[in-house]
Every structure is written in structure tokens, then in C-alpha cells.
């Protein structure tokens, strides 16, 4: 059974960073795209970031491109975002997913094993 646990959320002040992992297990975690989800509250979630398999190739929304990279270490079963320069509309629960493209994708659909999402709060 294929599991996604995040972690490395908090509480940080405008112009932080924080650094967010994401554990896999359960399938052959290498061959599969991963990317970066985050929902605020009374809003529906939103693509940040994903990097794909192999290559990798790696596309970011606007909104974060220049402040958030998307990381992967195969051999340890891991995807990575690093947060610069946080502002408070990057306040959300953050949720790392799989999917089964060859390609970037930002699709929802796209992603079918999710995880259990990590909060990340920042403060004006």
C-alpha cells in the first residue's frame, strides 16, 4: 500500500523559510512524478509544484516560482519543498501526492495517492 507522510510545517514570520519532506513508501517511488498541493481555508487546493520521475522536469505555479523548489532523492524515498521568502497568503495545509505521468503535471486528477497534509502558517 503506497503511503505519503509530510512533514516540516509550522509557524513562521513573513520573509521565512520552512522546509517540507514528504516520505513514500510502497511502490517503486523513482518511477513516479510527485508534486506539491496546498489548500487555505474556504478555498479548494490548489497546484504548487511538481517534479517528475525521471529527467526530472520540474514546474512551479506563478505564485511561488523564484521562492519554492521542488527536490527529490530517490534513494531515500523522498520529495522536498524549501519555502523562501514565505508571505502570509502561503498560509495553507500543504499536501505532498503521486501520480503516473511521464510529464509536469498540475492536474489534481492526475495525482492518485495523497498525503495526510502538514499546516503551514505564516504571520504578518
Known amino acids: 500500500q503506497v503511503q505519503l507522510v509530510e512533514s516540516g510545517g509550522g509557524l513562521v514570520q513573513t520573509g521565512g523559510s520552512l522546509r517540507l519532506s514528504c516520505a513514500a513508501s510502497?511502490?517503486?517511488?523513482?518511477?513516479?512524478?510527485m508534486g506539491w498541493f496546498r489548500q487555505a481555508p474556504g478555498k479548494e487546493r490548489e497546484f504548487v509544484a511538481t517534479i517528475t520521475g525521471n529527467g526530472p522536469k520540474i514546474y512551479y505555479a506563478d505564485s511561488v516560482k523564484g521562492r519554492f523548489t521542488i527536490s527529490r532523492d530517490n534513494a531515500k524515498n523522498k520529495v522536498y519543498l524549501q519555502m523562501n521568502s514565505l508571505l502570509p497568503e502561503d498560509t495553507a495545509v500543504y499536501y505532498c501526492?503521486?501520480?503516473?505521468?511521464?510529464?509536469?503535471?498540475?492536474?489534481?486528477?492526475?495525482?492518485?495517492?495523497w498525503g495526510q497534509g502538514t499546516q503551514v502558517t505564516v504571520s504578518a
Open positions: 501526492a503521486s501520480n503516473r505521468c511521464s510529464f509536469p503535471t498540475t492536474r489534481l486528477n492526475d495525482y492518485d495517492y
Open positions: 510502497g511502490r517503486a517511488y523513482g518511477n513516479y512524478g
